[in-house]
């Protein structure tokens, strides 16, 4: 049974930092993709970035993130099965419950944790 469980959300000014931790278990796929998204209230959930667990020979790893948090924030993976998410320069736009989320198959994001508030004043 896959299960992801987010931590990390917080209350912080703008120009702060934090970093959310998705932590991982069940998944037994070689290959598949790791998300965040968000949802601010009376908006539509948003895709913030996704990471693909595949690694080229030459190490490399694909990443998405939306044009409003690129040179912001940074999606990673450890060795432990935790997703991160570094989020760094808030802004109060970025306030929302932050969820990770996991697609297993190549086409939908399946599996999803409950979600941690993340809220930035200016």
């Known amino acids: 049974q896959v299960q992801l469980l987010e931590s990390g959300g917080g209350s912080v000014q703008a120009g702060g930092s934090l970093r959310l931790s998705c932590a991982m278990s069940g998944i037994t796929s070689r290959r598949y993709y790791l998300g965040w998204f968000r949802q601010a209230p009376g908006k539509e959930r948003e895709r913030v970035a996704h990471?693909?667990?595949?690694?080229?020979?030459?190490?490399?790893?694909?990443t998405y993130y939306r044009d409003s948090v690129k040179g912001r924030f940074s999606i990673s993976q450890d060795k432990t099965n935790t997703l991160y998410l570094q989020m760094n320069s808030l802004k109060p736009e970025d306030t929302a419950m932050y969820y990770c989320?996991?697609?297993?198959?190549?086409?939908?994001?399946?599996?999803w944790g409950q979600g941690t508030q993340v809220t930035v004043s200016s």
């Open positions: 989320a996991a697609d297993l198959d190549g086409g939908r994001w399946d599996y």
């Open positions: 990471i693909d667990t595949y690694t080229t020979p030459l190490g490399e790893i694909s």
